[in-house]
Antibody
Framework: EVQLVESGGGLVQPGGSLRLSCAVS????????MDWVRQDPGKGLEWVGR??????????EYAASVKGRFTISRDDSKNSLYLQMNSLKADDTAVYYC????????????????WGQGTMVTVSS | DIQMTQSPSSLSASVGDRVTITCRAS??????LAWFQQKPGKAPKSLIY???SLQSGVPSKFSGSGSGTDFTLTISSLQPEDFATYYC?????????FGQGTRLEIK
């Protein structure tokens, strides 16, 4: 069974840092691009960023709202995805989901397919 | 950024009804469009990709159509478990963007 399990959420003060982890099982992580998506409770979904797989250089893309503050990384040997969040602001308060991508059209497009259950991050003093 | 606009924002329907939700992109995205279902307190679930392809395990009562800027999600024969919030998302260009959501409620 394919599973993505996030952890590392919690309460952090403005300006602080937090590292989220996403442990995956049931598939080969190295085959997939992965994303982070967040959701302010009671509000809509916001894409945070993406990391490509090793074949495509482990390169990353970020939303403008987090670029320069958040870093996505992966350790395929540990079946894990990470989101390092620095200089946190109240606006970063949200449930954070890791999401697996499926490869489409021989690698020219990548769509979300499997979501984790999410981990809550609260930025408050 | 590509803006995704869903309509309506909320919708009331009865069990057994057929409903359609619309998603419009601010510029053409081909068929790089996905739909998700989210129930309260739960993670989103992927329903459709490439505008009209069902994810594995998704029942055929869900169907998607469209290309370019205008897309629809149709749910036939509504059942109690279908009442949820639905989101569209474009993955044509970065940043990936979502519609604001359509809340489907029981009438």
């Amino acid at each position: 069974e394919v599973q993505l399990v996030e952890s590392g959420g919690g309460l952090v003060q403005p300006g602080g840092s937090l590292r989220l982890s996403c442990a995956v099982s049931g598939f080969t992580l190295s085959d997939h691009y992965m994303d982070w998506v967040r959701q302010d409770p009671g509000k809509g979904l916001e894409w945070v960023g993406r990391i490509r797989n090793k074949v495509n250089g482990d390169t990353t893309e970020y939303a403008a709202s987090v670029k320069g503050r958040f870093t996505i990384s992966r350790d395929d040997s540990k079946n894990s995805l990470y989101l390092q969040m620095n200089s946190l602001k109240a606006d970063d308060t949200a449930v954070y989901y890791c999401v697996r991508d499926q490869t489409l059209y021989g690698g020219t497009a990548y769509a979300f397919d499997i979501w984790g259950q999410g981990t809550m991050v609260t930025v408050s003093s | 950024d590509i803006q995704m606009t869903q309509s309506p924002s909320s919708l009331s329907a009865s069990v057994g009804d057929r409903v359609t939700i619309t998603c419009r992109a601010s510029q053409g995205i081909g068929n790089y469009l996905a739909w998700f279902q989210q129930k309260p307190g739960k993670a989103p679930k992927s329903l459709i990709y490439s505008a009209s392809s069902l994810q594995s395990g998704v029942p055929s009562k869900f169907s998607g159509s469209g290309s370019g800027t205008d897309f629809t999600l149709t749910i036939s024969s509504l059942q109690p478990e279908d009442f949820a919030t639905y989101y569209c998302q474009q993955y044509r260009t970065y940043p990936l963007t979502f519609g604001q959501g359509t809340r489907l409620e029981i009438k």
